[in-house]
C-alpha cells in the first residue's frame, strides 16, 4: 500500500491507500471545521474569503486566508522534500516519514487544542492544512498522481466523466479500466464521507481528541503496510528456493 511503487503497484494498493486516507482526511476536514470554523483539507474556498477581505479592506481577515494557502503550500513542499532526502539516506523509510509526520502534526494539535481552542483556532487550521497538504502531496507521489484524498471537486468531476464512458467505450479492456477508475473514485468519496460521519459524530463527544483516531488508522496503515510487505518478500523468497 505505502511500499509499492512503480512497475509494482497496482489498482488494489491504490484502493487500500485511497480508502485508508480519504477516511482520515474526512476525520480532519470535519474537525476543522466544527473546532475552528475552516475547512482544513483544501484551499480553493480560501482564495474567496481572501479576496473578500482584500475587497472589504479587512486585511487581517484577508492575510490569515492567505496563510492556510500556504500551510498547505508548505505541507506538499515538505512532504516531498521528506521522501527525496529519506530516498537518499534510508531508503526503505521513505513512505513511512510523511506518514510519522502527520502523526505528529494531529499530535501537537490535539496538545494545542488541550488548551483551548477559541485561543489557538488559527494555529489549529495552520497545522491542519499543513498535514493535509503533507498527505495530499504524500499520497499523490506514492499512487503517481492516480488518487487524491485531501478534496472532493476533482473527484466528482472524474467521476462524471468516467461514468460518461463507460457508455461509449464498450472494449473490454477499456471497460476495465475504466471499471476500475470507478471504484476507485467510489471509494475515496465514501471514505471521505465516512470519515467525516464518524468524526462530526466523535467530536461532539471527545472534541478535538477524536484525531486521535486518525492517528491510530495511521499506525495501522503503516504497520499493515510494512507487515504485508515483509510477508510478500519472505513468500517470494521461499518460492525461489
Same mark, same amino acid.
Given at each position: ?8 503497484? $497496482? ?8 480508502? /485508508?486516507?480519504?477516511?482520515?482526511? =474526512? ?17 480553493? =474556498?480560501? *482564495? ?5 477581505? &482584500? ?16 500551510? *498547505? ?14 530516498? $537518499? ?48 502531496? &504524500? ?14 471537486? =476533482? ?15 464498450? %472494449? ?5 479500466? /475504466?471499471?476500475?477508475?470507478? %471504484? ?16 462530526? &459524530?466523535?467530536?461532539? %463527544? ?14 495501522? =496503515? ?12 519472505? $513468500? %517470494? ?5
Amino acid at each position: 500500500m505505502f511500499r509499492h511503487r512503480g512497475r509494482s503497484r $497496482r489498482m488494489i494498493h491504490n484502493l487500500k491507500l485511497a480508502s /485508508l486516507l480519504s477516511f482520515v482526511a =474526512g476525520i480532519v476536514n470535519v474537525t476543522g471545521f466544527f473546532a475552528v470554523q475552516v475547512l482544513t483539507t483544501n484551499v480553493t =474556498g480560501h *482564495f474567496a474569503y481572501f479576496a473578500e477581505g &482584500m475587497a472589504r479592506k479587512n486585511f487581517t481577515s484577508a492575510w490569515y486566508f492567505l496563510a492556510y494557502v500556504l500551510a *498547505f503550500l508548505a505541507g506538499a513542499f515538505i512532504s516531498n522534500f521528506t521522501v527525496e532526502v529519506t530516498e $537518499r539516506v534510508a531508503k526503505r523509510y521513505v513512505n513511512a516519514a510523511p506518514v510519522f509526520a502527520e502523526i505528529a502534526l494531529l499530535l501537537i494539535v490535539i496538545l494545542v487544542g488541550a488548551r483551548g481552542v477559541q485561543q489557538d483556532q488559527h494555529l489549529i487550521a495552520l497545522l491542519l492544512l499543513f498535514a493535509m497538504g503533507l498527505q495530499n502531496a &504524500m499520497v499523490t507521489r506514492i499512487s503517481n498522481a492516480v488518487v487524491r484524498t485531501t478534496h472532493l471537486t =476533482g473527484l466528482f468531476t472524474d467521476l462524471g466523466i468516467e461514468l460518461s464512458q463507460l457508455f461509449f467505450y464498450r %472494449k473490454e479492456e477499456q471497460q476495465r479500466k /475504466l471499471t476500475a477508475s470507478v %471504484k476507485l473514485r467510489f471509494a475515496v468519496i465514501g471514505f471521505f464521507f465516512l470519515g467525516c460521519i464518524i468524526g462530526g &459524530m466523535g467530536y461532539m %463527544k471527545y472534541h478535538i481528541e477524536i484525531l486521535y483516531l486518525a492517528i491510530f488508522v495511521l499506525f495501522i =496503515g503503516i504497520i499493515y503496510s510494512n507487515v504485508r510487505y515483509r510477508y510478500l518478500l519472505l $513468500r %517470494k523468497s521461499i518460492g525461489d528456493h
